[in-house]
């Protein structure tokens, strides 16, 4: 195949030498680079560790690498390479510093090269990636992600492990040089003494303890300055949201928050926000491992989606971030999908209750009827109310209660989560409470029917607005020494109440893979799908996908698809594991000392300390 070049139809050039000729693209270099580092990298750490690969046929390529003959040259080697080996991820991700790293100590390495090895070939070779990454400098601008000093003990933890794992392996690999016959113990020992600089109580023969020695000091020269660079560098913050952003969000709800029943949870504190041009749409995120992560639609007016869209997409190109938006929907995902070139996924359905078709009546509604009757025979009683009708104490009591009936001690809930219960501006959200207040007739049960903390409280469900006509479910929680039944109970009185308060649809919760699990059980459903519907049911151990979807299934609700929007596809394990991070299902934080989370004694609610974001907590009875 041919093309025509500078418009000139007789000089015709292959296109794949014309590739070949150009180099590389621009956007590829970054990965090839971080590749190059992570091969370079191993190969050097290989030669600084073991004597006999310096010796195989691959020496003839170690050889042109930094370091790899003599006690210091192994030790540089094994430097080398592990500093290679942290780079080269910040390299692949475009990063301006790992980019200045490497533009340092590549110089370095060609002096190393011909000063201490007379190596012409190892110097050209730093100085040829050296010349790659300064004409593709463009390519590395990507800014630092959020960090705290906190990421100084994660590095001390990791680099120390590595290094007394790694050490071990540098102790063991010279058997033939050992003298006697030293234990496992006496390894780990004389790595310990080896990372601090220190002769250990393992001898070597023909100079090998010079090599052993200067390797394990390498290790734990750069364990000591990585964590002290990291615990003196500045912090970089997360992004968090303003009173100026939350009250430009605020003015948006107002005028178009009726479109998406997640709107409401952008005012969440832990989100960023970036806004259009015009101020008229905005979308909001949290970085979670690298991915920008947005949740629902964009905040305002369609028209000006696509503006809001392009900063989202700047942003997250600045610091080379993996964009993801999850649960956006239908018309979301197709404006997602139209301006940026990413793909959506369907991800589940959305339950929504239409309050004029909602009724206890029928044969489908029988199971709930005849809980919610059972209950009420019970003495239960509920309240609907919107939370600036509280008074004061009503709403610490039922912020108390909330935190107390927390199942877990990690806060969950990212895309239909609140994070908190009668804040100012919150005033429209509606409050669903059960009572039920002990008979003090009956000695016989005097001790079981004995006031609790809350007193008559015993469970709570949490709406936040969805327009002026809607409202969507953000928090469930109850007593667990209650009757079952009590979030039926409370949907049930929340819907039969929600046309007083002005309510003609109600969001429910969101059921994962809802269509899987739903076809999957029919007659005629294939092996594929009966295998990840089996799947799924297994998952549902831990995450509550089978459970949720029977539950929103009892109030006959119309269901919304929900779609996540992704870069590629080799990106969606990422995301998924990013998303469960920001949802509260996993916990990679490290735990902050001297602390920790005791469950309150049972004590007069007017003296229980006032809790911060409960998360969402949904348990079908």
Not at 34 to 54: E, K, N, Q, S, Y
Not at 422 to 431: C, K, L, N, Q
Not at 581 to 610: D, I, K, M, W, Y
């Amino acid at each position: 195949m041919s093309v025509t070049v500078d418009g000139d139809k007789s000089r015709l050039v292959p296109v794949r030498v014309r590739r070949i000729l150009r180099g590389p693209r621009p956007e590829k270099v970054p990965s090839l680079v971080g590749t190059a580092c992570t091969l370079i990298g191993l190969i050097d750490i290989a030669a600084g560790v073991f004597p006999r690969f310096r010796a195989s046929r691959v020496h003839a390529i170690a050889e042109v690498l930094p370091g790899t003959l003599g006690p210091l040259s192994a030790a540089l080697s094994l430097s080398a390479g592990v500093l290679l080996l942290l780079l080269a991820h910040g390299l692949k991700r475009h990063k301006r510093r790992a980019w200045r790293a490497a533009v340092v100590l590549l110089p370095l390495g060609a002096a190393a090269q011909f000063i201490w090895r007379h190596s012409v070939l190892g110097a050209l070779l730093s100085l040829a990636l050296l010349a790659l990454l300064v004409r593709h400098r463009g390519e590395f601008a990507a800014l630092p992600d959020p960090r705290s000093r906190w990421r100084a003990l994660a590095n001390f933890i990791v680099m120390g492990a590595g290094s007394l794992a790694l050490g071990l392996v540098i102790v063991s690999a010279h058997p033939r040089r050992v003298v006697g016959d030293p234990s496992l113990s006496d390894r780990l020992e004389h790595v310990l003494y080896g990372l601090f600089g220190v002769e250990g109580p393992i001898a070597y023969t023909h100079g090998v303890d010079w090599t052993v020695g200067y390797s394990l000091g390498a290790l734990g020269m750069l364990t000591a300055l990585t964590t002290i660079y990291l615990a003196l560098r500045p912090e970089h913050p997360a992004a968090r949201l303003t009173d100026d952003d939350e009250t430009r969000l605020r003015a948006l709800l107002a005028q178009h928050g009726g479109r998406d029943s997640l709107g409401h949870f952008a005012l969440r504190r832990d989100k960023g926000v970036v806004f259009s041009p015009s101020g008229k749409a905005a979308v909001c995120y949290r970085v979670v491992s690298g991915v920008m992560l947005a949740s629902g639609d964009p905040i305002g007016d369609v028209e000006a989606w696509p503006g809001a869209i392009e900063r989202f997409m700047d942003e997250a190109k600045a610091h080379s971030w993996t964009p993801a938006v999850m649960g956006c929907s239908e018309t979301g995902g197709h404006v997602w999908t139209r301006e940026t070139g990413l793909d959506a996924l369907e991800l589940g359905d959305e339950a929504v209750v239409d309050v004029a078709d909602f009724s206890l009546s029928g044969r489908a509604m029988r199971n709930v009827r005849q809980m919610v009757k059972r209950i009420e025979r019970n003495g239960y009683t509920t309240q609907v109310r919107r939370v600036r009708d509280l008074t004061d104490t009503e709403l610490e009591q039922i912020r108390a209660a909330a935190a107390h009936w927390r199942g877990t001690d990690t806060e969950r809930g990212f895309s239909m989560a609140l994070g908190r219960i009668g804040a100012p501006g919150d005033g429209d959200a509606v409050i669903a409470t059960a009572h039920k207040t002990d008979n003090a007739d009956d000695t016989d049960n005097a001790a079981d029917t004995a006031p609790g903390p809350f007193g008559d409280l015993k469970a709570i469900i949490h709406f936040v607005p969805w327009g002026p006509d809607g409202m969507s479910l953000e928090l469930m929680r109850r007593d667990r020494s209650a009757d079952p039944g009590m979030n039926e109970l409370l949907i049930v009185a929340a819907l039969q109440a929600a046309p007083t308060l002005g309510i003609a649809r109600v969001s429910l919760n969101f059921a994962m893979f809802r269509a899987a699990l739903a076809r999957g059980e029919k007659i005629g459903a294939g092996p594929v799908l009966r295998a990840w519907r089996g799947l799924l049911v297994f998952l549902s151990r831990w995450f509550q996908i089978e459970s949720l979807y029977k539950f929103n299934a009892k109030f006959q609700p119309r269901w919304e698809p929900r779609f996540v929007v992704y870069r590629k596809s080799r990106d969606l394990p990422r995301i998924g594991f990013a998303a469960m991070q920001a949802e509260g299902f996993v916990n990679l934080s490290l735990p902050r000392p001297f602390t920790r989370r005791a469950t309150p004694a049972p004590r007069p609610c007017a003296h229980l300390p006032a809790p911060t974001r409960p998360e969402q907590e949904v348990r079908a009875a």
